[in-house]
């Protein structure tokens, strides 16, 4: 499966951006998918993810209550909708794809297929 992130750019602190993982390739439809990120200097961190079954997680501690994580099947994409934004939300922004079909778990440590990433810039 190949994954195409998009919708990043510079923003204002406060502002809001939606991130969107095109998948194409393979169906998302029955695979949880996630989104990660990577700061200058700091080690890939997660995100959100969302279930095959619409069931949503975040990384509580970094985006709690201002992202949002979608899935569109029919479209093949996921999206990341952020607002609230802060300079420490900038970095790069990977989705992420599981090869286990219907699984209940989600693993934050990383997925099995990446996206190219798209760079986030927050200024304050």
């Known amino acids: 499966v190949q994954l195409q992130a998009s919708g990043g750019g510079l923003v204002q602190a406060g502002g809001s951006l939606r991130l969107s993982c095109a998948a194409s390739?393979?169906?998302?439809?029955?695979?949880?998918m996630g989104w990660f990120r990577q700061a200058p200097g700091k080690e890939r961190e997660f995100v959100a993810a969302?279930?095959?079954?619409?069931?949503?997680?975040y990384n509580v501690d970094s985006v709690k209550g201002r992202f949002t994580i979608s899935r569109d099947d029919a479209k093949n994409t996921i999206y990341l909708q952020m607002n609230s934004l802060k300079p420490e939300d900038t970095a790069v922004y990977y989705c992420a794809a599981d090869s286990r079909r219907y699984s209940s778990a989600i693993n934050r440590n990383g997925m099995d297929y990446w996206g190219r990433g798209t760079l986030v810039t927050v200024s304050s």
């Open positions: 390739g393979r169906t998302i439809s029955g695979y949880a």
């Open positions: 969302i279930k095959w079954s619409g069931v949503s997680t």
